[in-house]
């Protein structure tokens, strides 16, 4: 497997398209004062459409990304992109970083430099790292896996990426939303090569099967897991179980997809204001990465492949488990304004968790809103494993 080198270039006509479909967005109506009660709010929506056909430049965006090192390659039946970042440094120490939903590539723009070049940032030269940032299967410039793909094969992609790819025997991994599932993978699966894993948050895939002996902090947690589901998982269950009728009316409007992507930036900011946590660029960035390229549904899959995985792929997983994750050290970085605040003893039900960091501030998207404070903690944890 060889990899080509990587350049955004979107056609002038895709971008035209945009626009011209943003003049003629038809509004809904909104309930006086409620506010983002019933979802996004629409004035705060026409604000950021109108900035998006009026003030923002895609172009100026992709050519300050296109100054990040780009490469794709064909693996199995799917197109992987990824950014592939030296190290400055005598020993960069390769870790391959994982976003999740709804964000993108896009999640670790702030932080890769951080990692690859620590002495610009204050930081030791000694903990350098040489950063692999990969696209999720079906999410921007990588390829729709199809039918055969699955969340629980990209382990494997990631793995061969790392080692017969980019030549990396031991690495380390991170990841937050869909990546700390992913990162957790591959500690499980790839224990022999992974060094250790870093994540903002122990996947809610555990809470499927409850253990009999809760303690007072787990139940706690628990209960605020179900909670969440019920005031904000209807995205989940509707990106489980109907994903192409919801990728239909997303795919058309570009409105309409900066309403179902922002909202869920809204929901799990880690600030009380969402213009604080995220500027109106970085939002419309990723959003107009989702419409260029069209994988708003693709992005759906990784939900339905959850929902409806089977026994025998539970059962695996579970092995893995045993044999994996129990063996390689695990990190955590927490923040308070995430949608989960799980107790270590739960964590240590699944995890070798050898550090537990709970930080001052930040979100769901700790990459983009706290890119320092998570840049450290990384370095911390792996600074003994190199």
Request: charged share 20%; glycine share 10%.
């Amino acid at each position: 497997m060889s990899s080509e080198a990587f350049t955004l270039s979107i056609p002038d006509e895709v971008i035209a398209d945009v626009q011209n479909r943003l003049k003629d967005t038809r509004w809904p109506d909104e309930l006086s004062g409620s506010g983002w009660d019933y979802g996004t709010n629409l004035g705060y929506l026409r604000e950021l459409v109108d900035y998006w056909q009026n003030g923002y430049d895609w172009r100026l965006h992709e050519a300050r990304l296109n100054t990040f090192p780009q490469f794709r390659v064909a693996m199995d039946n799917c197109t992987i992109h990824y950014i592939h970042v030296a190290g400055k440094g005598d020993r960069p120490f390769p870790i391959v970083l994982t976003h999740g939903w709804p964000d993108s590539f896009l999640r670790f723009e702030k932080i890769i430099p951080m990692l690859s070049d620590p002495t610009a940032y204050g930081g030791d030269a000694e903990d350098a790292f040489t950063v692999v940032v990969p696209s999720l299967p079906g999410f921007g410039f990588s390829g729709d896996p199809g039918p055969s793909g699955s969340i629980f094969t990209v382990q494997r992609l990631w793995n061969e990426l790392m080692t017969k790819v980019l030549g990396y025997e031991r690495y380390g991994a991170h990841g937050g939303d869909w990546g700390a599932i992913v990162t957790e993978h591959l500690g499980r699966s790839w224990p022999g090569h992974v060094a250790g894993i870093h994540l903002t948050e122990v996947s809610f895939i555990h809470s499927f099967q409850k253990p009999g002996d809760l303690s007072a902090a787990e139940q706690e947690y628990l209960n605020g897991l179900e909670q969440f589901q019920m005031k904000e998982g209807a995205y989940n269950m509707i990106q489980s179980t109907r994903p192409q009728t919801l990728a239909c009316g997303l795919n058309d409007s570009p409105a309409g997809l900066a309403a179902w992507i922002v909202e869920k930036f809204q929901s799990m900011k880690g600030s009380d204001d969402l213009s604080k946590s995220f500027s109106k660029d970085a939002l419309l960035t990723n959003i107009t990465l989702y419409w260029v390229t069209q994988t708003i549904f693709s992005s759906f899959l990784p939900y339905y492949d959850l929902m409806h995985a089977g026994a025998f792929t539970w059962i695996g997983e579970k092995i893995k488990e045993w044999v994996g994750s129990s063996g390689v050290p695990a990190g955590f970085a927490l923040f308070p304004k995430d949608n989960s605040h799980p107790p270590r003893e739960w964590a240590e039900r699944f995890f070798n968790v050898q550090r537990w960091t709970l930080l001052e501030r930040g979100g769901h998207f700790t990459a983009m809103e706290e890119p320092e404070l998570l840049a450290e903690d990384i370095r911390a944890f792996f600074r003994p494993l190199r």
